[in-house]
């Protein structure tokens, strides 16, 4: 069950019929060696600190994840049940490769992880997300981030 | 999630990502995204194969070293665990058989209780070895989400639920509880699928829990009007597995 024609025919067609933004351009800036890499990743997960403020219907604003945050401080309030957890539930790194993206590091694959990822909750519509980006961006150009990972769910 | 992409590069900020609709990415040309062939959930693919989730993070943040945009590639292989047919969930523990057509008159909430009683060695296996849980969402602990799921499909306290203020919320994060509860208890267990098909089998087809999350469903759709009406329409029951209780 992993492309959309695998889907049942009623799941396709709700994924089909989604409503996407439209934007006239892309922006492209330029090329990053990953070498020179320094990485946050972005997730759609819903995903936050246990104790943290869960994510509710219609929510757009994000929560902060520590670089070093175990996979056991970490829990998923994300609205939808129309997507597996059990990969999820089994590793964080299905969702949200945090591990992973240190390996990398480690190995020197990529310059380096950024002190603080984020995750939204996808079920909101972008458009409601761009005030926080701008926000969110400006603190990681501070960290000196040059790379976002996005991971939707 | 392309949206955020244009957001993040119009900043100055490269953005990279995984696709798991390719038809939307193509509709919103983020500046660069890799679709991956998995299913919505896992769009690393598959839980504890570290080698084959390196392989999808390099191919995506290679993107960043193109030099026109807006990119987009597809990854090339299956996720490994998606080539096989689902497997019958054998739970060591004994659940009574469920009968959708009888449950309602029988005995069916301490039935659920008993479910979550034994499967609760499991889950502290569970805790022990991944070293984490994901319940937790609701603050709940999963005999308070049962208590509180129970009480709303006991329609003479539904009403001092509803009233008790933010029951999507509450009644939401109970199943979602209760839900990673039953999957990460019967997937500790020796032998067991982890693919999740397997386990959806398993917890919609078979347990007495995944019953009463379609009950309150029910109650929620009969009453279109109300402030919990949307549960029922969308936040518990996957589209996949409707067709269980139709």
Redesign the interface.
Same mark, same amino acid.
């Given at each position: 069950m992993a492309r959309l024609e695998n889907y049942p025919e009623a799941v396709r067609n709700h994924l089909l019929k989604l409503p996407c933004p439209t934007f006239d351009s892309t922006p492209f800036n330029r090329p990053i060696p990953m070498k020179e890499q320094r990485v946050a990743l972005v997730s759609t997960a819903g995903l936050h600190l246990r104790g943290d403020r869960p994510f509710g219907l219609g929510d757009a604003d994000h929560r902060l994840i520590p670089r070093d945050t175990p996979a056991n401080r970490l829990v998923m309030s994300h609205i939808s049940t129309n997507f597996d957890r059990t990969g999820y539930l089994q590793d964080l790194n299905v969702v949200f490769p945090l591990e992973r993206l240190n390996d990398l590091a480690r190995n020197g694959e990529i310059g380096s992880v950024a002190e603080y990822h984020t995750s939204f909750m996808g079920a909101t519509e972008p458009e409601k997300m761009e005030s926080t980006v701008v926000e969110l961006a400006s603190v990681m150009k501070k960290d000196g981030v040059n790379t976002v990972l996005l991971v939707p769910v | 999630?392309?949206?955020?992409?244009?957001?993040?590069?119009?900043?100055?900020? @490269?953005?990279?990502?995984?696709?798991?609709?390719?038809?939307?990415t193509e509709?919103? +040309?983020?500046?660069r995204a890799l679709w991956v062939?998995?299913? *919505?959930?896992?769009?690393?693919?598959?839980?504890?194969d570290?080698e084959f989730?390196?392989s999808v993070?390099?191919k995506?943040?290679?993107l960043?070293?193109?030099?026109?945009?807006?990119v987009l590639e597809d990854f090339p292989e299956? @996720?490994p665990d998606?080539k096989g047919s689902p497997a019958p969930v054998v739970c060591p523990v004994s659940f009574q058989k469920r009968d959708d057509a009888k449950e309602q008159t029988s005995n069916w909430s301490e039935d659920f209780k008993t479910e979550i009683r034994v499967l609760s060695n499991w889950y502290e296996v569970s805790k022990e070895i991944?070293?984490?849980?994901?319940?937790?969402?609701s603050e709940l602990d999963v005999e308070e989400s049962a208590d509180l799921l129970i009480r709303f499909v006991e329609e003479e306290t539904r009403g001092t639920v509803i009233d008790e203020g933010k029951v999507?919320?509450r009644i939401?994060?109970a199943?979602?509880d209760l +839900? @990673?509860y039953y999957?990460?208890s019967v997937?500790a267990q020796p032998g067991q699928p982890?693919?999740?098909?397997s386990?959806?089998n398993w917890f919609w087809g078979e347990t007495r829990a995944a019953w009463v999350i379609n009950r309150i469903r029910e109650i929620c759709l009969e009453e279109p009007e109300s402030k919990h009406a949307?549960l029922g329409k969308?936040? *518990?029951?996957?589209?996949?597995e *409707?067709?269980r209780f139709q």
């Open positions: - | 999630m392309g949206g955020l992409g244009h957001y993040f590069e119009s900043e100055g900020i @490269a953005s990279t990502q995984i696709s798991l609709v390719r038809v939307h509709n919103i +040309k983020p500046p062939p998995f299913e *919505l959930g896992r769009p690393f693919g598959v839980p504890h570290p989730q390196l993070l390099r995506v943040l290679g960043t070293e193109h030099k026109k945009g807006p299956d @996720a998606s991944r070293n984490r849980t994901t319940t937790g969402v999507v919320d939401r994060r199943c979602e +839900k @990673a999957y990460e997937s982890t693919d999740s098909q386990l959806s949307i969308l936040l *518990l029951v996957p589209r996949t *409707l067709h």
